[in-house]
């Protein structure tokens, strides 16, 4: 095979396509990242606004029990002591999240960790079944009926735009549910958000790399690929192969950001509205994942919307017809020679940040192993 002039060319500058290209240029091999946005970063770009860092595709805090993961980010920014404790505004009353003693004394008065239970097992041998096939019967058996139809129905069906009996029951076992009066919303070791924005992780570990913003790839790939030997793609998996085997379904959303001439509009960086009444999941007040003193605020309203081609793709859907589907793709991508693929999107998983990092330095390993 002739050389080409880069050994990856990566599309996507997201955490996956940036932590590919840091590892492999530190292991000699010449790199090219391209992202078809104005900006590199993916999801976790921040645009600085009023001094304010905002979290342009939603709000993202860090967290994670590897301790591996942690010094790996920790190389790039300095993080703050931001714990994430959102509110839940539900039926005009504001609860705290996830599922805590506090949410519980804020819903039916109960004091002590044994009063709660008793509620809650109750409601748990009424509704609940043993094995959970669904998202709706998942959070009824692990809840309840009240914090089921307080917290979960109306939020989860706007956010998934899909019946909750609809969806994988995996979902709602991200949120945390303790008998402590304890509302951090992760269970994790470490968590913070890195002073000066998730910018500065991303300026990291490009450092030094070539980078190329505004390029997509399909509009490209035959120069593209002409240009280097192996190519990482971290797009949608369904679009790389033309959506041969079908459409895979996605989340979409869209994102209100608006200034307000004020210091303090909500008091928490995160607000979750539970009633179906609004069209919008949450409240992000950015300043606050910062503790900002800034004399103006900006929030940013997030609208969960359908997807279509035209639209980013935010959440895969896992549901079985998806997995079907998906599976066909990931057999096809695995004969692909000299195509690696990785990300939220390629890989079709539900992945948080520190996942995506162990993800890819997993590639690269399995990668570095066999071809030294
Ligand atoms: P992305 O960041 O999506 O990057 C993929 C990149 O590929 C994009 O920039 C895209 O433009 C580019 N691309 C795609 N197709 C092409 C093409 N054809 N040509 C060129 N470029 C292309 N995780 C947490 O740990 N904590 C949180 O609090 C958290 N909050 C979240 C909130 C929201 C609303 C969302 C949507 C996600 C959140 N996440 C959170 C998850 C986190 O965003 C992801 O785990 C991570 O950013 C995924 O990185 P990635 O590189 O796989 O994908
Ligand atoms: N969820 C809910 N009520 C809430 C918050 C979350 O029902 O107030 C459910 C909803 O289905 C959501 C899932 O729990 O999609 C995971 O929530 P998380 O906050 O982890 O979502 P993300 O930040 O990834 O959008």
């Not at 342009?56 to 190389?75: E, L, S």
């Not at 009424?126 to 959970?132: L, N, R, T």
Request: proline residues 3%; glycine residues 6%.
């Amino acid at each position: 095979m002739v050389d080409k002039k880069y050994d990856y060319l990566i599309v996507g500058a997201g955490l996956f396509g940036s932590v590919f290209a840091h590892e492999m240029t530190k292991r000699n091999k010449k790199c090219l990242v391209i992202d078809k946005r104005s900006h590199l970063g993916g999801n976790v770009y921040c645009e600085e606004k009023e001094g304010i860092n905002v979290h342009k595709y939603g709000a993202h805090i860090f967290h994670t029990n590897d301790k591996k993961i942690w010094d790996y980010v920790n190389q790039f920014a300095t993080f703050n002591n931001y714990i994430n404790s959102p509110l839940s505004l539900s039926k005009g009353k504001l609860y705290n999240l996830p599922f805590n003693m506090n949410t519980f004394y804020q819903l039916w008065g109960t004091k002590t960790p044994h009063e709660a239970k008793q509620i809650i097992d109750e409601q748990v041998a009424k509704y609940g079944v043993e094995s959970p096939s669904n998202l709706e019967e998942q959070a009824l058996s692990l809840a309840g009926k009240d914090i089921y139809e307080t917290f979960i129905k109306e939020y989860t069906e706007k956010q998934w735009g899909k019946k909750a009996t609809e969806l994988p029951a995996f979902i709602i076992k991200r949120l945390p549910f303790r008998y402590t009066y304890n509302n951090n919303y992760f269970n994790d070791r470490y968590q913070g958000i890195p002073m000066g924005g998730y910018n500065v992780i991303i300026n990291g570990l490009l450092k030094g790399i070539e980078t190329k913003t505004d390029v997509d790839f399909f509009a490209h790939k035959e120069h593209l690929e002409s240009l280097a030997n192996k190519v990482v793609y971290t797009g949608k998996i369904d679009e790389f192969f033309d959506y041969k085997y079908g459409q895979l379904e996605y989340r979409s959303l869209r994102f209100e950001h608006e200034l307000h001439n004020i210091e303090n509009y909500q008091g928490n960086a995160v607000v979750n509205y539970n009633d179906a009444a609004y069209s919008f999941t949450r409240i992000i007040e950015h300043k606050h994942f910062e503790f900002g003193k800034q004399s103006n605020t900006i929030v940013t309203r997030e609208y969960p919307e359908n997807w279509n081609r035209g639209k980013e793709a935010y959440y895969p859907i896992n549901n079985d017809s998806n997995q079907k589907i998906f599976k066909k793709y990931k057999e096809e991508s695995l004969k692909s020679e000299n195509i690696i693929f990785g990300g939220r999107l390629a890989e079709y998983r539900y992945y948080d940040m520190h996942q995506i990092i162990a993800s890819s330095l997993a590639k690269v390993e399995e990668i570095s192993k066999s071809e030294p």
